[in-house]
């Protein structure tokens, strides 16, 4: 079997992602969000968080995973409503906010700022900047400079780690 480069270097992209970091619940390097230090979301054990959680939802949000691009129905949403983090329901983004970016990923142009946390992830050989559910620590995706208008921001999120409600 020929490896091509692209394959090799997807494989080692999945590698990194799949393995990345520590457990969300400790999120070293992680903004401060004091607003939510004592929140019960954040004492769950890693255990809880598995039982509360479906699989996929469970990788991306507890241990930093990435979904396949292409398979969160998410992507393709379209109605009136908002996008909640999956492990503790927090509202991080409106539906009107959502854009077809293209990359198989659910973006958003703008998000709900004091709902997030950001830190630096340097998991693929470049600094990119990676978000999370300010209340439960939940890992989301990362924010991209090359968004539309108004914000010029793409907020790429996993859609494992979303759940969306209708208005």
């Known amino acids: 079997m020929t490896l091509s480069r692209r394959t090799l270097f997807l494989g080692a992209a999945a590698a990194a992602l799949s393995g990345c970091a520590a457990e969300a619940q400790q999120f070293p390097g992680a903004r401060n969000e004091p607003r939510y230090a004592r929140d019960p979301w954040r004492q769950l054990s890693d255990a809880q968080w598995r039982e509360r959680l479906e699989p996929a939802a469970y990788r991306v949000l507890r241990h930093e995973g990435t979904e396949r691009p292409g398979t969160s129905a998410l992507e393709h949403e ?14 991080l983004f409106r539906s009107e906010w959502k854009y077809q970016s293209g990359t198989g990923w659910p973006s958003f142009f703008r998000v709900i700022e004091a709902n997030i946390g950001t830190k630096e992830d340097n ?45």
Not at 78 to 91: D, H, P, S, T, Y
Not at 151 to 164: E, T
């Open 123 to 167: 998991t693929l050989f470049t600094p990119r900047t990676e978000y999370h559910c300010a209340r439960c620590l939940g890992h989301q995706g990362h924010v991209f400079p090359d968004g539309p208008r108004p914000s010029g921001l793409r907020y790429c999120n996993n859609g494992a780690a979303l759940r969306f409600v209708a208005a």
């Open 78 to 91: 379209q109605r009136r409503g908002a996008f909640v983090c999956a492990g503790c329901g927090l509202e």
